[in-house]
């Protein structure tokens, strides 16, 4: 099972990516920006970082890079892609999830460990979590809030689009609380925080972040 | 060579945090008649020869397309640079 | 009319204005002298830059050298290279080496707060690469004044928006480092940075260009007017009462820049073709072209007109002086350009041939053919003035002994004590820091064992067998300036020990010695001292300086800061996912305090919390105890004796039990018996003394005998002071009880509550 990570000039959370997906069984395969070739893998992460300095939207211009060309094609055919922090503003710019991710209210940048609510047990890359099940994964963002107008939030709560939302203080000044979301397929799913810091004892605040991607392994060898 | 100004706002609905931080500051400092701020962002085109209608067509399409994000923001001016506000 | 070395030659009666670059008569003489006729523009300007005190050290460079004269071979042994280059470098095992700095930014980060401390970090992370390392993590020491004056605030959140903002965007975790509040640096805030880098032994670089004939280029940013005059305007000279009157352009860093700089160097380093590399950054072009020919025993040619620049309007001693982020240099074999551009393009980072290393021991720079700089690298680099600047023991230090904090009226009763430790543990530099510490990644590289608020950073070097490193930086103002050679050695101590609670041995030492004015006599004897203090104290621990940086003329008017010498410390695990956490997370475990608690409250946070006192002397220096102590702790970890370990410093006992408790909000209840009875102390000294050489453990049941068989047997005294309960209190038996709910009222929310919105 084949998992490509992308490298943009400014990805930071690519090595960890590639760490947690050799972790949960996988095999990471480093994809990088100018190469307009998936390789064959049978699924992507978009990782978490600073792509092009966040220079006049974060991910705006990562958007536009020759790996998204097949990327978006892939993804509209239902390849899973996980898009982390960083990754979920591309995914945003890049039209393949709805509303887009500005400044924390706060104006800080915030990094805690933070609980979470799995909503959506159903997505490529939530299988392996119960509805509902509580967990606690590393928030570490300077843009997290998701805001989009009334109507695309109803229509995912609606749809069960919510994949994961903040439990407790909202970190950011996220719309409804909201941490992540999924395309109608549920192939495609953008997160704010991430999963791959918390896939290891002692480097993180527990193992919780593991099934993101084991979930995607899982979904691979029973397509 | 011409020159070709897009401005940038947040959408009227969108929650702006900075600009919110701008009035307060404002505020502190005295600038009382100052009840709102919106922050956004301009950027100057340089194009080689002369703005006419087409180039100004062109850079409103580029500012759609990349210079603004349509989720959150309103291209809200393209003219040419030279024009006095 | 370019002022060319054919020019200059002919115009021998040229006033110059080396007065207002910063260059004395004499230095200026000198400089005449070397080079048999008056230096061009060009020239002047190099040698102010590099002569000022920033970068020649030129005050420093007497009292330093006992850092090396008192190293000992038995010290040398792991050091694979000392001080002198960009960092030190330390075999850490297996075939790894770690290379890590500190240093400082002062100056700028009054100026600019922002773009000083974002600099600062960018500028350290680039002497780490520069030795061939991937740097791994950051460190940050910030100082500022008194927590509620007004433009305290501008400060605070320009520097620490600027550490997060850069390390962030560069991907390094921020695992430690210190914030400390205090009017001493209202006008003179201190901005140090830390970072450390790893490497395996072979890839190892130095900036030397050798090899006649070889390229030298110039790599990264565009060059641009950010901060000229930076180095030897800002750096020499003090503030005046009234401000920052004048403000040069100050340097303006892009993190993005940088990383990308990384990772392009890293490729270049692993085809394996660069032969020297060396960092831009005091005094730029200047600095990095005089130390690589010196460094090489070389000379080198430089075509200053083909530098890429930002600003076509800048003069050739403007390029030479600029100080334009997130530039390298390079010196490969011209067989290898092909190879160092393909990989430059693939990240997109611009580079340029500016010039090529010659045989003849000169660094010549043209302008558009001419010759403006034609001077022997050696006497720019390496050469620079030597000051024995005079010192003298100010007669004032006497009247501030005698006045110690013990006479001071002291709480005696259960309530007033009580009333103290919530006091002392909502105060300034007690508080929780986390305002400061949730704006920096901790996780980012996925090799974060530990990091603030436990006692050390440590972080993963080899993810095969957990190999790593801790570090920790310390330094308390107050007691350097009760006594600046037993102060600077406590900071030593308190370094060495926090890095031990870790679980960590203590290996090498980076010091960042902030002082005031060097002109100052008396703070010339707080530098000789403190130096002095910190060698022997590394001398006796056995734990060498692999190299540091000295900041001067930290003083507005007639006050300098306290003399702040800020030790770094940094030791290697076997494995870092045995190491010891500063909190304990369960209950029923036995509560240990090692080493002696004397009535020792000079300098203390509660002489100054309570009664703005400063005077005295500082808690004894038992360097002795702080090695067993050292031990005991390694051991500890590593035979997994103890569940959790604090360091007691700054707040005493009290404060290492505030801070245990509410880290994982796990409860104790404490008696003080022991200690009162064994070292003739009363519950208040037991509370709030900062003798050094104590930590505070956490045993399991299980483990006690064994554990304190092993102090026994090391004949290290120790007294048990309580257990973990789930209690949802901290209670002193006889004294008083603090819910954990109130403590944390009390103790969390200062620093939110002064800077927040």
């Given at each position: 099972m084949r998992v490509g990570v992308v490298t943009f000039p400014g990805s930071l959370d690519d090595r960890d990516a590639a760490r947690a997906v050799r972790h949960a069984g996988g095999e990471p395969v480093a994809l990088w920006h100018g190469d307009a070739d998936l390789h064959g893998v049978d699924a992507v992460v978009l990782p978490g970082g600073f792509s092009y300095g966040d220079y006049l939207r974060c991910g705006a211009i990562a958007r536009f890079a020759p790996v998204m060309g097949p990327l978006v094609d892939a993804a509209r055919g239902g390849l899973p892609v996980l898009g982390i922090c960083n990754g979920f503003q591309v995914l945003c710019e890049a039209h393949l999830l709805p509303g887009a991710l500005v400044r924390n209210d706060s104006?800080?940048?915030?990094?805690?460990?933070?609980?979470?609510?799995?909503?959506?047990?159903?997505?490529?890359?939530?299988?392996?979590?119960?509805?509902?099940?509580?967990?606690?994964?590393?928030?570490?963002n300077g843009e997290g809030g998701y805001v989009a107008d009334d109507r695309t939030l109803d229509e995912l709560e609606g749809e069960g689009r919510v994949v994961v939302r903040y439990v407790g203080d909202n970190p950011n000044g996220s719309y409804r609380d909201i941490a992540g979301i999924s395309n109608e397929r549920g192939n495609v799913v953008g997160l704010m925080p991430h999963p791959e810091h918390a896939t290891e004892p002692v480097f993180g605040p527990g193992t919780d972040g593991l099934r993101f991607f084991t979930s995607v392994l899982r979904g691979v060898l029973t397509a | 060579?011409?020159?070709?100004?897009?401005?940038?706002?947040?959408?009227?609905?969108?929650?702006?945090?900075?600009?919110?931080?701008?009035?307060?500051?404002?505020?502190?400092?005295?600038?009382?008649?100052v009840t709102g701020v919106r922050q956004g962002k301009r950027f100057e085109l340089e194009v080689p020869g002369e703005v006419t209608d087409e180039v100004l067509a062109e850079a409103r399409k580029a500012a759609e397309t990349l210079l603004s994000n349509p989720v959150i923001e309103d291209v809200v001016r393209v003219a040419v640079a030279d024009e006095a506000p | 009319m370019t002022d060319t070395v054919a020019h200059a030659a002919g115009t021998p009666d040229v006033e110059q204005p080396y007065d207002e670059l910063g260059l004395t008569e004499d230095e200026y003489g000198r400089i005449r002298e070397i080079l048999g006729r008056r230096p061009t523009s060009a020239e002047l300007a190099m040698y102010s830059v590099m002569w000022s005190e920033h970068c020649s050290y030129k005050s420093s460079k007497v009292h330093l050298r006992q850092f090396g004269e008192k190293t000992t071979d038995e010290m040398r042994e792991k050091l694979l290279v000392g001080i002198g280059e960009n960092a030190g470098v330390v075999d850490i095992g297996d075939g790894w080496a770690v290379t890590f700095k500190v240093e400082s930014h002062n100056h700028p980060s009054y100026v600019e707060p922002y773009q000083g401390a974002a600099t600062g970090v960018?500028?350290?992370?680039?002497?780490?690469?520069?030795?061939?390392?991937?740097?791994?993590?950051?460190?940050?020491?910030?100082?500022?004044?008194?927590?509620?004056?007004?433009?305290?605030?501008?400060?605070?959140?320009?520097?620490?928006?600027?550490?997060?903002g850069y390390g962030n965007c560069l991907g390094l975790p921020n695992i430690g480092g210190e914030v400390v509040f205090d009017p001493v640096y209202q006008g003179n805030p201190l901005v140090n940075a830390l970072s450390v880098g790893a490497l395996r032994h072979e890839d190892l670089h130095v900036s030397a260009a050798s090899g006649e004939g070889n390229l030298v280029i110039l790599f990264g940013a565009r060059t641009g007017g950010d901060g000229i005059g930076g180095v030897s305007v800002l750096a020499s000279e003090t503030f005046d009462e009234t401000g920052p009157s004048k403000r040069p352009s100050v340097q303006v860093g892009d993190p993005f820049a940088e990383k990308v700089l990384i990772e392009c160097c890293l490729e270049l380093y692993a085809s394996g073709i660069v032969v020297g590399i060396q960092d831009l950054g005091g005094a730029g072009l200047s600095c990095a072209t005089s130390e690589m020919a010196s460094n090489g025993g070389t000379g080198m040619r430089v075509r200053l007109d083909t530098v890429p620049l930002r600003d076509s309007s800048l003069a050739p001693e403007e390029i030479l002086m600029s100080e334009s982020q997130e530039r390298m240099m390079a010196v490969i074999r011209p067989e290898d350009a092909e190879t160092f551009f393909a990989i430059t393009g693939k990240w997109d980072v611009e580079a340029t041939v500016v010039g090529e290393v010659t045989g003849d021991d000169r660094l010549v720079i043209t302008w558009h053919d001419e010759v403006v700089v034609d001077v022997p690298p050696r006497t720019v680099a390496h050469e620079g003035p030597v000051y024995n600047r005079p010192f003298a023991r100010p007669a004032e230090l006497d009247v501030l002994q005698a006045d110690a904090a013990e006479d001071l009226p002291r709480p005696a009763t259960g309530d007033e004590l009580r009333a103290t430790l919530l006091r002392l543990a909502a105060s300034a530099n007690l508080s929780s820091r986390s305002w400061v510490t949730d704006q920096y990644d901790r996780?980012?590289?996925?090799?974060?064992?530990?990091?603030?608020?436990?006692?050390?950073?440590?972080?993963?070097?080899?993810?095969?067998?957990?190999?790593?490193?801790?570090l920790s930086t310390d330094c308390n103002g107050r007691f350097v300036r009760l006594d600046p050679y037993h102060g600077a050695q406590l900071a030593l101590a308190e370094a060495y020990r926090n890095v031990a609670t870790a679980g960590a041995t203590p290996l090498a030492v980076t010091d960042c010695l902030n002082f005031g004015s060097p002109e100052d006599p008396g703070v010339m004897w707080q530098f000789d001292e403190a130096v002095r203090?910190?060698?022997?104290?590394?001398?006796?621990?056995?734990?060498?300086?692999?190299?540091?940086?000295?900041?001067?003329?930290?003083?507005?008017?007639?006050?300098?800061?306290?003399?702040?010498?800020?030790?770094?410390?940094?030791?290697?695990?076997?494995?870092?996912?045995?190491?010891?956490?500063?909190?304990?997370?369960?209950?029923?475990?036995?509560?240990?305090?090692?080493?002696?608690?004397?009535?020792?409250?000079?300098?203390?946070?509660?002489?100054?919390?309570?009664?703005?006192?400063?005077?005295?002397?500082?808690?004894?220096?038992?360097?002795?105890?702080?090695?067993?102590?050292?031990?005991?702790?390694?051991?500890?970890?590593?035979?997994?004796l103890v569940d959790a370990a604090h360091d007691l410093s700054d707040g005493g006992l009290a404060q290492a039990l505030v801070e245990s408790c509410l880290r994982y909000d796990v409860g104790a209840r404490v008696w003080l018996d022991e200690v009162t009875g064994r070292d003739g102390v009363d519950a208040f000294v037991a509370l709030f003394s900062e003798s050094a050489a104590?930590?505070?453990?956490?045993?399991?049941?299980?483990?006690?005998?064994?554990?304190?068989?092993?102090?026994t047997a090391r004949r290290f005294p120790h007294a048990k002071v309580g257990v973990t309960d789930d209690s949802g209190s901290l209670e002193v038996q006889g004294q008083f009880e603090i819910g954990l709910e109130e403590l944390r009222a009390a103790w969390e929310p200062t620093l939110a509550r002064t800077f927040g919105e």
């Amino acid at each position: 099972m084949r998992v490509g990570v992308v490298t943009f000039p400014g990805s930071l959370d690519d090595r960890d990516a590639a760490r947690a997906v050799r972790h949960a069984g996988g095999e990471p395969v480093a994809l990088w920006h100018g190469d307009a070739d998936l390789h064959g893998v049978d699924a992507v992460v978009l990782p978490g970082g600073f792509s092009y300095g966040d220079y006049l939207r974060c991910g705006a211009i990562a958007r536009f890079a020759p790996v998204m060309g097949p990327l978006v094609d892939a993804a509209r055919g239902g390849l899973p892609v996980l898009g982390i922090c960083n990754g979920f503003q591309v995914l945003c710019e890049a039209h393949l999830l709805p509303g887009a991710l500005v400044r924390n209210d706060s104006r800080l940048f915030v990094c805690r460990d933070q609980r979470l609510r799995v909503e959506n047990a159903g997505t490529a890359w939530t299988a392996e979590f119960g509805d509902g099940e509580e967990i606690v994964v590393p928030l570490k963002n300077g843009e997290g809030g998701y805001v989009a107008d009334d109507r695309t939030l109803d229509e995912l709560e609606g749809e069960g689009r919510v994949v994961v939302r903040y439990v407790g203080d909202n970190p950011n000044g996220s719309y409804r609380d909201i941490a992540g979301i999924s395309n109608e397929r549920g192939n495609v799913v953008g997160l704010m925080p991430h999963p791959e810091h918390a896939t290891e004892p002692v480097f993180g605040p527990g193992t919780d972040g593991l099934r993101f991607f084991t979930s995607v392994l899982r979904g691979v060898l029973t397509a | 060579m011409g020159r070709v100004v897009v401005d940038v706002m947040p959408k009227p609905e969108i929650l702006d945090p900075q600009g919110k931080a701008v009035a307060a500051a404002l505020s502190r400092l005295g600038f009382d008649h100052v009840t709102g701020v919106r922050q956004g962002k301009r950027f100057e085109l340089e194009v080689p020869g002369e703005v006419t209608d087409e180039v100004l067509a062109e850079a409103r399409k580029a500012a759609e397309t990349l210079l603004s994000n349509p989720v959150i923001e309103d291209v809200v001016r393209v003219a040419v640079a030279d024009e006095a506000p | 009319m370019t002022d060319t070395v054919a020019h200059a030659a002919g115009t021998p009666d040229v006033e110059q204005p080396y007065d207002e670059l910063g260059l004395t008569e004499d230095e200026y003489g000198r400089i005449r002298e070397i080079l048999g006729r008056r230096p061009t523009s060009a020239e002047l300007a190099m040698y102010s830059v590099m002569w000022s005190e920033h970068c020649s050290y030129k005050s420093s460079k007497v009292h330093l050298r006992q850092f090396g004269e008192k190293t000992t071979d038995e010290m040398r042994e792991k050091l694979l290279v000392g001080i002198g280059e960009n960092a030190g470098v330390v075999d850490i095992g297996d075939g790894w080496a770690v290379t890590f700095k500190v240093e400082s930014h002062n100056h700028p980060s009054y100026v600019e707060p922002y773009q000083g401390a974002a600099t600062g970090v960018g500028g350290i992370v680039r002497d780490i690469l520069a030795m061939g390392a991937r740097p791994v993590a950051v460190m940050d020491q910030l100082r500022f004044g008194a927590i509620d004056h007004p433009d305290t605030a501008r400060v605070v959140h320009g520097v620490v928006a600027g550490v997060g903002g850069y390390g962030n965007c560069l991907g390094l975790p921020n695992i430690g480092g210190e914030v400390v509040f205090d009017p001493v640096y209202q006008g003179n805030p201190l901005v140090n940075a830390l970072s450390v880098g790893a490497l395996r032994h072979e890839d190892l670089h130095v900036s030397a260009a050798s090899g006649e004939g070889n390229l030298v280029i110039l790599f990264g940013a565009r060059t641009g007017g950010d901060g000229i005059g930076g180095v030897s305007v800002l750096a020499s000279e003090t503030f005046d009462e009234t401000g920052p009157s004048k403000r040069p352009s100050v340097q303006v860093g892009d993190p993005f820049a940088e990383k990308v700089l990384i990772e392009c160097c890293l490729e270049l380093y692993a085809s394996g073709i660069v032969v020297g590399i060396q960092d831009l950054g005091g005094a730029g072009l200047s600095c990095a072209t005089s130390e690589m020919a010196s460094n090489g025993g070389t000379g080198m040619r430089v075509r200053l007109d083909t530098v890429p620049l930002r600003d076509s309007s800048l003069a050739p001693e403007e390029i030479l002086m600029s100080e334009s982020q997130e530039r390298m240099m390079a010196v490969i074999r011209p067989e290898d350009a092909e190879t160092f551009f393909a990989i430059t393009g693939k990240w997109d980072v611009e580079a340029t041939v500016v010039g090529e290393v010659t045989g003849d021991d000169r660094l010549v720079i043209t302008w558009h053919d001419e010759v403006v700089v034609d001077v022997p690298p050696r006497t720019v680099a390496h050469e620079g003035p030597v000051y024995n600047r005079p010192f003298a023991r100010p007669a004032e230090l006497d009247v501030l002994q005698a006045d110690a904090a013990e006479d001071l009226p002291r709480p005696a009763t259960g309530d007033e004590l009580r009333a103290t430790l919530l006091r002392l543990a909502a105060s300034a530099n007690l508080s929780s820091r986390s305002w400061v510490t949730d704006q920096y990644d901790r996780y980012v590289l996925g090799n974060t064992a530990q990091a603030m608020p436990d006692d050390a950073g440590v972080v993963r070097i080899d993810e095969t067998t957990g190999r790593g490193v801790a570090l920790s930086t310390d330094c308390n103002g107050r007691f350097v300036r009760l006594d600046p050679y037993h102060g600077a050695q406590l900071a030593l101590a308190e370094a060495y020990r926090n890095v031990a609670t870790a679980g960590a041995t203590p290996l090498a030492v980076t010091d960042c010695l902030n002082f005031g004015s060097p002109e100052d006599p008396g703070v010339m004897w707080q530098f000789d001292e403190a130096v002095r203090g910190l060698a022997d104290g590394c001398q006796t621990l056995g734990v060498p300086v692999t190299g540091g940086n000295v900041s001067f003329y930290n003083q507005t008017g007639e006050s300098p800061i306290h003399p702040t010498p800020v030790v770094g410390v940094l030791g290697v695990m076997d494995d870092v996912t045995r190491r010891t956490p500063s909190g304990w997370k369960d209950a029923g475990q036995a509560l240990y305090l090692l080493g002696v608690t004397r009535e020792e409250l000079s300098g203390s946070e509660w002489a100054w919390v309570e009664h703005a006192h400063l005077g005295g002397t500082p808690p004894r220096v038992d360097l002795e105890a702080e090695r067993v102590l050292g031990q005991i702790l390694v051991n500890a970890s590593r035979d997994g004796l103890v569940d959790a370990a604090h360091d007691l410093s700054d707040g005493g006992l009290a404060q290492a039990l505030v801070e245990s408790c509410l880290r994982y909000d796990v409860g104790a209840r404490v008696w003080l018996d022991e200690v009162t009875g064994r070292d003739g102390v009363d519950a208040f000294v037991a509370l709030f003394s900062e003798s050094a050489a104590r930590v505070l453990v956490a045993v399991p049941r299980s483990e006690e005998v064994r554990f304190t068989d092993m102090c026994t047997a090391r004949r290290f005294p120790h007294a048990k002071v309580g257990v973990t309960d789930d209690s949802g209190s901290l209670e002193v038996q006889g004294q008083f009880e603090i819910g954990l709910e109130e403590l944390r009222a009390a103790w969390e929310p200062t620093l939110a509550r002064t800077f927040g919105e």
